[in-house]
């Protein structure tokens, strides 16, 4: 099996950077991380400012880059309904009073009803107002998204391929949807049948582990989203959260710097990211927990009147400590 390399922050910004460079072949990009690493606080607060500083400074082919967008698509149930939402992120509102008409088109794909207009023409619809080859558009929560991953990821080569668009998407790559609800059940079916013998027969019944093993060996194939993959996708980045770099980032975002409570959580941050390193846990959110529960605490231990005025510091610090590792055990627990 093959080590997994996580690039830095900064790597995967120097990557981002050269692939909106790069003009020899049309191709997206995919950041691949598992859920609550914190992708998406990475791609608001690290990689758009620093893409957005960037293209700022830059003309290409005559071409000035005009800004990123970024459209979730988390819960997004059809193209049009994509269609939809990344129409209005893009065209400026100096332009919008033009597209009244257009909208109610697009409130009536929204409704369900049958419109035929090929998702296809998005493109050329986009271009009658703003040139969509200046914007860099990022997709997130590809995984979350409830159409189907063929037509969502060939809606977006369109851009790719006939607009020339820089395109970043943003998933947990392993909870992408893949399979048929119409011949799945059929499949764990066939693969719990001991008559078809494929490695060697164990007794009792099979686990849950062995069934989909089975199912693998008898159903190879490559699924659509691979064929697509292979298309539309020329680079993954495999992202996992530089704790060095996140901790104190959340620290400073939370928590006024005057705070006592700021200065000390600083001074334990190596303690806290030598934990989760240990525990190989980069889950995002498990500090976030951590950090919504100390400030809580924290308001609570200055109400009480202390005899010695050094009395709240020597709590807080214990506090702090047997906080952060109950909370990291509890968090972890409810995950489980």
């Not at 079916?189 to 989909?212: N, V």
Request: proline share 2%.
């Amino acid at each position: 099996m093959h080590e997994i390399i996580y690039p830095t922050n900064d790597e995967i910004i120097s990557i981002v950077i050269d692939y909106i460079k790069n003009s020899i072949y049309k191709y997206a990009i995919l950041i691949d991380g598992e859920w609550g690493s914190g992708k998406t606080w990475f791609i608001k607060n690290m990689l758009m400012p620093e893409i957005n500083k960037y293209i700022k400074n830059i003309i290409k082919n005559d071409l000035q880059y005009k800004k990123t967008v970024y459209l979730s698509l988390n819960g997004l149930e059809s193209i049009n309904e994509i269609s939809a939402k990344l129409f209005f992120s893009i065209i400026p509102e100096d332009k919008r009073t033009i597209t009244k008409n257009l909208s109610s088109i697009l409130n009536t794909f929204l409704k369900g009803r049958n419109v035929n207009i090929n998702v296809n023409d998005i493109g050329n619809l986009l271009s009658s107002f703003v040139n969509i080859s200046e914007y860099i558009i990022i997709f997130d929560d590809l995984e979350r998204c409830k159409c189907d991953i063929a037509e969502t990821l060939g809606f977006i080569n369109g851009f790719v391929e006939h607009n020339n668009t820089k395109i970043i998407l943003v998933a947990n790559e392993s909870e992408i949807e893949v399979s048929d609800s119409y011949t799945e059940p059929l499949k764990y079916i066939a693969a719990t049948q001991k008559s078809i013998a494929i490695e060697k027969q164990t007794e009792g019944s099979f686990t849950i582990e062995q069934i989909k093993e089975r199912i693998d060996k008898m159903f190879k194939e490559e699924s659509k989203y691979d064929r697509i993959k292979e298309k539309l996708i020329g680079q993954t980045i495999k992202y996992r959260p530089d704790l060095n770099k996140i901790i104190p980032a959340l620290i400073k975002d939370n928590i006024d710097e005057k705070n006592f409570l700021y200065r000390l959580l600083l001074q334990e941050q190596g303690n806290f990211i030598k934990l989760m390193q240990n525990d190989c846990s980069y889950n995002f959110r498990t500090f976030q927990f951590f950090l919504s529960i100390i400030i809580k605490l924290d308001k609570l231990i200055r109400k009480v009147k202390y005899e010695e005025k050094d009395e709240y510091e020597k709590i807080i610090k214990i506090v702090i400590k047997y906080c952060f590792h109950i909370s990291f055990i509890f968090y972890q627990i409810g995950r489980a």
